[in-house]
C-alpha cells in the first residue's frame, strides 16, 4: 500500500494546526527543527469561534513575527464592546479585530509552510507508544495507515481531539456549557463593522461580529437544559432577552457545535509529547481570548521542545507542567470568575445598572482580557 508521507522520522510531529499548533511549528520551522504538522481537516476550514483577535493575540503574532495581520485578511477593527442582557444595553472601548478561522488558521499555517513546516492535511494522527528515544505517531487516511516516529509529539488537537488515546486525565468541570457557531450572508443593519455585540442571560450567552467580508459570525455557549429546546431557537431567545435584533437567516444555516467546554487535563504533558492550546484546558472565553491561550501555549512550547531534542528527559515534562500552568491558569481564572458571576440574574441586573452609569467600572476587566 502507498506510504501517507514518505519521510518517517521527524524532530518533531504536532497534531493539530489550530492556532496553538501551527504557531508552535512556526516557531521550531524557524529554529531549523525538523517539523510535521498534521490536521484531520482540509484547509481551509472553519471552527467554533467567536473569530475575535484581542490586543493579545495580536502583539504575540508580532512578537513571533507575523506582522499586519489586519491588513493581510482585511480584518476590520474593532474598537466597540456592545453588552446586552435584561433588556439593557452598555456600551464599552474595545481593541482588536474580527477575521474567520479559514482565513485566520490558513494564514498561520502558510507562514508555518513558508519556514520549512511540512503540512499533512485529511489526516487523522494520534500517539502510540513512546520510549527514551522517540514516539510513534499513527497516521490515517482514507483507507491507508501508517506508523512514523519523532523525537518530541506536540498534542493540540483541541476540545474534541483523541490524539491521546486512553487519556483518563481528561475532566469535565461541573456545569460546562455547550458552544455552538455559525455564519450567515446577511443580517440586521443594527450589527455593524467594529462592534463586538454580546446577549447574555443566565442559561448563556451569544456574541455577534462582522467578519472581513461582512458576514455575521454568530457563536454561543448554551446551558444544556437550553440546548435541548434546539440551537436556533435558544439563540434566538437570548437574542430576544438583550432586546438585540433576531437574525433571521441562521435559520437556514448549518452550525457546527463543540463538547462540553469546561475541561482540563491534570497532566500537560509526559513521555516525549506536550500538551498545547485547547487540548490542555479550556474554559469559557469572554471575547477573544481562546485564540490567545492557544497562541501563548503555542509560542511557550517551542524552546522547552527544542531543549528536549538535545536530550530527552522527565525534567522537560515538568517544566512545562509548570510553566502551562503559571501561563495560562491566571488568565483562564479571570475569564472563568467572570462568565460565573454572570450566570447569576441578581449579579446581571446589578452589573447592567452599574455600567450603564458607570461604564468605566468595566475597564480593568477588559483590560485585563486584552493584555
Known sequence: ???????????????????????????????????????????????????????????????????????????????????????????????????????????LVSEAVNEGTYFLPKTRATLGKTNEFFATVHLMSGEQNQKIKAQIVLIADGLAGNALKGDENFRVKPKSRIGVSTIVNEGPAFYRVGTIYMAYSKNGYVGVVRLEDDRIDIAAALDQKLIRSGIKESIASILKEAAFPEIESMKNTPWLGTPYMSR???????????????????????????????????????????????????????????????????QQRISKLVMNSLRSPLFIRLIMNLLYKVPALAFPVIKGIEN
Not at 267 to 290: M, Q
Request: charged share 20%; proline share 3%; with cysteine.
Open 1 to 107: 500500500m502507498e506510504k501517507i508521507i514518505n519521510q518517517e522520522e521527524w524532530d518533531v510531529i504536532v497534531i493539530g494546526a489550530g492556532p496553538a499548533g501551527s504557531i508552535a511549528a512556526f516557531e521550531l520551522s524557524k529554529s531549523g527543527v525538523s517539523t510535521l504538522l498534521i490536521d484531520k481537516a482540509k484547509f481551509p476550514r472553519t471552527k467554533v469561534c467567536g473569530s475575535c483577535l484581542n490586543l493579545r493575540s495580536l502583539s504575540l503574532l508580532r512578537q513571533s513575527g507575523i506582522n499586519d495581520i489586519e491588513s493581510r485578511l482585511r480584518a476590520p477593527r474593532i474598537n466597540k464592546f456592545y453588552f446586552g442582557a435584561n433588556q439593557k444595553h452598555v456600551s464599552l472601548s474595545f481593541s482588536g479585530c474580527s477575521v474567520s478561522r479559514e482565513k485566520f488558521d490558513h494564514l
Open 264 to 330: 482540563s487535563r491534570n497532566l500537560v504533558s509526559g513521555e516525549r509529547f506536550f500538551v498545547i492550546g485547547d487540548a490542555a484546558s479550556y474554559t469559557e472565553p469572554f471575547t477573544g481570548e481562546g485564540i490567545s491561550w492557544a497562541l501563548q501555549s503555542g509560542i511557550a512550547v517551542a524552546p522547552i521542545a527544542i531543549e528536549a531534542l538535545k536530550q530527552w528527559s522527565p525534567t522537560h515534562s515538568r517544566k512545562w507542567h509548570l510553566r502551562y500552568h503559571d501561563l495560562i491558569a491566571r
